[in-house]
């Protein structure tokens, strides 16, 4: 397993992590995504260190909770062998302080998620989107304190615009606390829009990126095909989708030029597309879901060989989308306005 450095920081990690989301299934929506329960979950820990895979990503509001008490279930025995991402912003009940970046909810749900998770620190902890009512240098600060707590040991971002993430690294600056070391981003073949604007700020500012939904939503998973509409065991049909709605008239380009390059690779079609992601300027890792063992066997598979310069061209060319103002006008003068080398 290939280990990246994350960002302006010391600390690597392996270029795959296993997403939990589909530990629990605590409602109808993570159901969708799937319902791991303990017993198979340690199954899947146990592959993933076999594979070299130790960073293991969850969040507090996957299933309320489960996700994270699961996972920790079947890390126990294993703490000092493993990686743990998590994350907190997002609503965890109806109470008006269960919600946001706020000091109060940061030391509250950091806690929670120790407690959860059977562990005495988080490694990468993550705002799971930007919280516009709470200042940024109060968010910053609780975090510094949480590190100066043993609690934490870097910080991350995670749905973040730009300037939310630029706005955030000049506070930290401002006052010497820690910045963000990497931006959890959404990214794939056929979700481009990452490229005009946050991953120039990454090579930019050294924010490295962890991928979330490489596969957009299973979209990429080899399953959509033309003529057959969309496959009723997918996440989306069973409405645990996001993001924009599926574009037929896109997707199947792009899955046709999968298809040349996995014949020509003798790889499966979501492994050339999680390597295409590996190729890409600033990404370090990428979290990769399963809803059970063989899915989890294939998406490991899409490490330890490149994808030649040629077939990743023939990749863009089917997955390129013209970008929307100001970026289209600034990619007129590319002296004044460089992009990030992709080959």
Known sequence: ?????????????????????????????????????????KRMVNLCLDAGVTLFDTANVYSRGMSEEILGQAIKGLQDKVLISTKAT?????????????????????????????????????????????????????????????????????????????????????????????????????????????????????????????LSSGQLSGKFRRGTGMPADNRISQGGGHGPKVDFERLYPIIDALDEVAEETGKTVPQVALNWLLQRPTVVNLIVGARNEEQLKQNLGAVGWNLTVDQLKKLDAASNREPIYPYWHQRQNTKLNPIPALY
């Open 1 to 41: 397993m290939e280990y990246r450095q994350l960002g302006a920081s010391g600390f690597y990690v392996p270029v795959l992590s296993m997403g939990t989301a589909t530990f629990g299934g605590g409602n109808e929506f993570f159901k969708a995504w799937g319902s791991t329960d303990v017993a198979e979950a």
């Open 90 to 214: 997002f609503p965890m009940s109806d109470d008006p302080n269960d919600v946001g970046s706020s000091r109060y909810n940061l030391i509250k749900e950091c806690d929670a998620s120790l407690k959860r998770l059977g562990v005495d620190h988080i490694d990468i902890y993550h705002m799971h989107g930007f919280d516009g009512n709470t200042p940024v240098e109060e968010t910053l600060h609780a975090l510094q304190d949480l590190i100066t707590a043993g609690k934490i040991r870097y910080i991350a971002c995670s749905n973040f615009s730009g300037w939310h993430l630029m706005k955030s690294l000049s506070v930290s600056e401002r006052y010497g606390w820690a910045r963000y070391v990497a931006h959890q981003a959404y990214y794939s073949l056929l979700d481009r829009e990452f490229e005009w604007e946050l991953m120039p700020l990454g090579v930019d500012q050294k924010v490295s990126t962890i991928v979330w939904s490489p």
